[in-house]
């Protein structure tokens, strides 16, 4: 009889501790933010700011979680070549990405910017080439990342410019739709989301959006992240 009690209370104090852990797993939150100007919050001035990502970890905490964001492989102009680089080299990443259950991922607008604006007679041909491209580094990157992390990345997708570019623009919709339709990531559509320019925009000469343009991407992201998380 005894040794059923014995038993019986260690049964309780392994499921206690078991439910203990379970709770204070679910409060505590590692967030791995990697990109580009973007993701560091760059402003429609050039300076950096309040991101995103900032209002989504004060969200996070109202809510009484408490909240680990990595930032620090973010870089302003980072190319999504460039980030393939770090995740096959890095392997300080390559351990972040082990261990952290939420990625957002915020890379390639500055890829399509530059690589149009080196062709001073483009075509729709040319264009077309710029796309391509794109969206297989792009492929290439989410296959690196895979190799390492296995839940939830969330993509920031690409909005309308400020400036007035329709090549630009319509390379940014089908990159859009090529990253909407990928069922490798959850996809923030952001050019719907800021598509009221003077609301968003303070400046006509940046690609970059203001304060209220970076709070209505965490509105988003806090709506689409409960359907993840549920």
């Not at 408490?66 to 980030?83: A, G, M, P, Q």
């Not at 909005?159 to 990253?179: A, S």
Request: charged share 25%.
């Amino acid at each position: 009889m005894t040794k059923i009690i014995k038993l019986t209370i260690l049964i309780i104090l392994s499921l206690s501790v078991y439910f203990i852990y379970q709770d204070t797993k679910d409060s505590n939150i590692k967030i791995l933010n990697i990109g580009d100007n973007l993701s560091q919050g760059i402003n429609s001035y050039g300076q950096k700011e309040c991101g995103f990502i900032n209002y989504y970890e004060d969200y996070l905490k109202k809510q009484k979680n408490k909240v680990e964001v990595i930032n620090k492989y973010s870089k302003k102009d980072l190319t999504i070549n460039e980030l393939i680089n770090q995740v096959k080299t890095n392997s300080n990443l390559k351990r972040n990405l082990i261990e952290s259950p939420i990625l957002f991922l915020t890379v390639g607008y500055n890829d399509l910017i530059y690589k149009i604006s080196l062709e001073e007679n483009i075509n729709k041909q040319r264009l077309k080439r710029i796309i391509q491209e794109t969206r297989q580094e792009y492929d290439n990157l989410i296959k690196e990342i895979r190799k390492y992390y296995k839940k939830e990345i969330i993509c920031i997708g690409y909005y309308q410019p400020n400036k007035e570019n329709d090549n630009l623009n319509l390379g940014i919709k089908n990159i859009n739709f090529y990253l909407e339709s990928q069922k490798e990531i959850t996809y923030i559509d952001t050019y719907k989301l800021l598509s009221n320019k003077e609301k968003y925009f303070s400046n006509p000469n940046s690609y970059y959006p203001n304060k209220l343009g970076y709070q209505k991407i965490s509105q988003e992201i806090i709506y689409q992240m409960k359907k993840v998380l549920n």
